[in-house]
């Protein structure tokens, strides 16, 4: 299934890091790429510190150029994100990404960038040149605040035990009314 958004000259796409783009007003999430955060440091060969996470950004932006990108929509992450395989040029971008050493083939997804992972390693592309910490670990450490929770994810913004007593809630009123309509069609219900 296509994301049904096709971007030309006329509606440019934005990058807004290197793992994230936005077409026609919906974010998208290369699938089986991670990249650095866009406020992420990394160091060089040297020691010295450098904006990885905005180079990253740079690079796909790089990567895309002025083509149009077409986007294959796999899933939905859990910030309601698209998770898509984009494509610009005929090029994957998420495997370009990879092969020029500005994110990583993702661990939890089954992704078919292992060796372009490993050909950017043995060249020594881009953040392989120097250190840097695993963008996953970088995130751990350095919560985002976006503000009020407003529109956020439930896990966010309601504490685990409640999401798990509403489910359990939930579940237990829909087995209620599962019963109540079994005994409706088959003559047994109670009168209230």
């Given at each position: 299934?296509?994301?049904g958004?096709?971007?030309?000259h006329?509606?440019?796409?934005?990058v807004?890091?290197?793992?994230?783009?936005?077409?026609?007003?919906?974010?998208i999430r290369?699938q089986?790429?991670?990249?650095?955060?866009l406020h992420?440091?990394?160091?060089d060969?040297?020691?010295?510190?450098?904006?990885?996470?905005r180079?990253?950004?740079?690079?796909?932006?790089?990567?895309?150029?002025n083509?149009?990108?077409?986007c294959?929509?796999?899933?939905?992450?859990?910030?309601?994100?698209?998770?898509?395989?984009c494509?610009?040029?005929g090029?994957?971008?998420?495997?370009?990404m990879?092969?020029?050493?500005?994110?990583?083939?993702?661990p939890?997804?089954?992704?078919?960038?292992?060796a372009?992972e490993?050909d950017a390693?043995?060249?020594?592309?881009?953040?392989?040149?120097?250190?840097f910490?695993?963008?996953?670990?970088?995130?751990?450490q350095?919560?985002?605040?976006?503000g009020?929770p407003?529109g956020?994810?439930?896990?966010?913004?309601?504490?685990r035990?409640t999401?798990?007593?509403l489910r359990?809630?939930?579940?237990?009123?829909?087995?209620?009314v599962a019963?109540?309509?079994?005994?409706?069609?088959?003559?047994?219900?109670?009168?209230?």
């Amino acid at each position: 299934m296509l994301c049904g958004v096709q971007v030309s000259h006329a509606a440019p796409v934005r990058v807004a890091d290197g793992d994230t783009i936005e077409l026609g007003g919906q974010r998208i999430r290369l699938q089986g790429i991670d990249a650095p955060e866009l406020h992420q440091e990394c160091r060089d060969a040297s020691g010295r510190s450098w904006a990885c996470g905005r180079r990253a950004r740079s690079e796909l932006r790089k990567l895309i150029g002025n083509d149009s990108v077409q986007c294959e929509r796999r899933s939905r992450d859990r910030f309601s994100r698209s998770v898509a395989v984009c494509r610009a040029g005929g090029r994957d971008l998420g495997e370009a990404m990879v092969r020029v050493g500005f994110a990583f083939a993702y661990p939890d997804w089954a992704s078919p960038y292992g060796a372009a992972e490993m050909d950017a390693r043995s060249r020594k592309a881009g953040l392989w040149a120097g250190s840097f910490q695993n963008p996953r670990a970088w995130r751990d450490q350095h919560p985002r605040d976006d503000g009020p929770p407003v529109g956020r994810h439930a896990g966010d913004i309601i504490p685990r035990a409640t999401q798990d007593w509403l489910r359990e809630r939930s579940q237990a009123a829909r087995q209620s009314v599962a019963r109540w309509l079994r005994s409706f069609w088959t003559g047994k219900a109670e009168a209230r």
